[in-house]
């Protein structure tokens, strides 16, 4: 299902045509609106949350690109994958646990270079976890399978925690939470690559911010916005891409 802007955007609302692939009565529903500059794709609503909302299409949503076998990825997308590894690897650690693991492309570069490293993940799409348990083996565990849940994992208890594209899809009311269990989790670093760009509201499924101002009070925290002929920058028109780096 498509829906086209027919006119441009006014405060938080805009004019657009409707195309249903299906017949109108199998799509009829509430929807919410992922804004694509150019056109909106819409994703069905239960209606509760957002963030309900956010967890059900990730739960459903069959083929995306992050949960396919890693031979299988774009070779722009492994680029990145092992420079982020790197980053993660300077620490040294023992032990590292990514929110929105997906297939475990990054957990397995991390692995390649560090083999001892015991890998932990949330990830909510069934087909993504197994596909992650069969590439990294035994030295894979997964803690939750949502990132509204970390509460069961504990303090101090993994060197390094990082995300990847994840919290680009998570609407700015879940942040705090978010954050406070990162923050709780990590022993050594926290590392964010993510979507950098002013927020705004007229989009239900990425969430540009600046990370630096989201750990403000970390005044010595790194923070690179990348430019946009960067190779780490591919795969976005519209913003840039970002890496925090918070030591403990």
């Not at 069905?44 to 890693?70: C, K, M």
């Not at 994958?81 to 397995?108: D, H, M």
């Not at 964010?192 to 239900?204: K, N, R, T």
């Not at 790194?222 to 190779?231: A, L």
């Amino acid at each position: 299902m498509v829906a086209k802007r027919t006119r441009g955007i006014e405060g938080n609302t805009s004019a657009y045509s409707t195309v249903f692939k299906r017949g109108f009565d199998a799509a009829a529903g509430k929807y919410r609106v992922i804004n694509y500059a150019t056109k909106f794709l819409l994703f069905r609503s239960t209606g509760e949350s957002i963030a309900l909302d956010r967890e059900v299409f990730w739960q459903n949503i069959s083929g995306y690109h992050e949960h396919l076998p890693i031979d299988l990825q774009r070779d722009d997308i492994t680029k990145r994958t092992k420079w982020l590894a790197e980053r993660i690897n300077a620490f040294n650690p023992q032990s590292v646990l990514e929110l929105g693991c997906g297939s475990g492309r990054n957990l397995y570069f991390i692995q390649q270079e560090n083999p001892d490293c015991a890998l932990f993940g949330v990830e909510i799409n069934a087909d993504a976890i197994r596909t992650a348990e069969e590439k990294l083996g035994s030295t894979f565990r997964l803690l939750s399978n949502s990132i509204y849940a970390l509460e069961d994992i504990a303090s101090n208890s993994i060197d390094v925690v990082f995300t990847s594209g994840a919290l680009m899809h998570i609407a700015s009311d879940k942040l705090a939470y978010i954050k406070g269990h990162i923050e709780r989790i990590a022993k050594k670093a926290i590392l964010h690559y993510e979507l950098h760009g002013p927020e705004h509201i007229f989009d239900f499924h990425r969430y540009p911010r600046d990370y630096r101002q989201m750990y403000h009070e970390v005044p010595d925290a790194h923070y690179e916005v990348f430019d946009e002929t960067d190779f780490r920058n591919a795969g976005t028109e519209s913003f840039h891409h970002a890496l925090l780096v918070v030591e403990r």
